[in-house]
């Protein structure tokens, strides 16, 4: 009789244990999903999202005769811009004479920068605005690298007209994607050269995508494995006269997201209430079993 007490008082603990180790294993299922749901990055909700890059190099200045001569040593200015609907606002500028200038502005969703550099003559700029889908709002950059200068074509003749070539190599890349909530991602890449306000080199390639579509645009022009040459243009100016010149590059992003969707950490209860509710069950129907 009382072995038979004994037995049935050691079985408890073995219940226990059986029980113990029954609820340490769906408590560690439950980690692992909240690990891989939590451990998913922003950027894989991401609603709508917009990239663009933007560089030149190489900048020339020559003519047919004569000499090309600067007035000053080449001056740079670069900003850089980054807003958001939550009422964020960075707003960067600086500039230089005869050093590179480089900034950048970020807030939530957002950033830019802008450099330009006097030696070699170069500059870049670049802009992302990414919405995450559980995110009800809008994102939006600018960034701008931008030299300047005077110059004038001396020659033996003093008058007369002479034909002065510009040119560039140019590379870049954009890219837009709107996926759940996203309704609007908008990319757009910019150069420009000027000579006293006249445009005689312009490059400009926007992208806009709706709700889910997505398109990736690269360019490049002049540099080591392009398809197309570099940005060049011959234009008539005269002798012994002075111009000024005006380079810049520019990026543009926007993102707008309309409908949020849930986060991972929404997603995560959910399957929790979903993974309790199943242990509930399973419980109240092997109860009713030994009924």
């Known amino acids: 009789m ?17 029980r113990r180790r029954e609820r340490l294993s769906i408590a560690f ?7 891989l749901l939590l451990g998913i990055p922003d950027a894989l909700y991401a609603g709508s999202f917009a990239t663009s890059t933007i560089s030149f190099s190489d900048l020339q200045i020559t003519a047919s005769s004569g000499a090309v001569q600067l007035s ?17 606002l960075d707003s960067e500028f600086t500039s230089n004479t005869g050093a590179a200038s480089t900034i950048g502005a970020s807030v939530t969703y957002a950033n830019a920068s802008g450099t330009a550099n ?5 500059g870049s700029a670049s802009g992302a605005a990414g919405i995450p889908a559980y995110m009800l709002g809008q994102a939006i950059t600018t960034g701008t690298g931008a030299l300047f200068n005077s110059f004038e074509v001396t020659g033996t003749t003093g008058t007369g007209p002479v034909n002065v070539t510009f040119s560039t190599d ?8 709107n996926t759940g909530s996203g309704v609007l991602a908008t990319a757009e890449a910019t150069f420009l050269l000027d ?27 002049g540099t080591t494995g392009c398809s197309q040459s570099d940005l060049t243009n011959t ?34 209860i959910t399957l929790l209430g979903i993974a309790a509710y199943a242990c ?12």
Do not use: H
């Open 2 to 18: 009382s072995r038979n007490i004994q037995t049935r008082n050691d079985m408890f603990p073995q219940g226990n244990r059986s």
């Open 29 to 35: 299922t439950l980690l692992v999903c909240a690990g």
């Open 72 to 88: 000053a040593p080449w001056s740079s200015q670069a900003s850089a811009d980054a807003q958001n609907s939550l009422g964020e």
């Open 118 to 122: 006097v030696s070699p003559l170069s």
């Open 170 to 177: 140019l590379i870049g890349l954009l890219q837009a994607e």
């Open 195 to 221: 000579v006293n306000g006249t445009p005689y080199l312009f490059f400009d390639s926007p992208i806009s995508v709706g709700p889910d579509a997505s398109q990736t645009a690269p360019f490049c022009y």
């Open 235 to 268: 234009v008539s100016l005269n002798f012994n006269t002075p111009y000024s010149v005006y380079v810049e590059t520019d990026a543009e992003t926007s993102a707008y997201n309309a409908t949020p969707e849930p986060p991972a950490s929404i997603l995560f």
């Open 280 to 291: 509930m069950a399973e419980r109240r129907a092997a109860l009713g079993k030994r009924a």
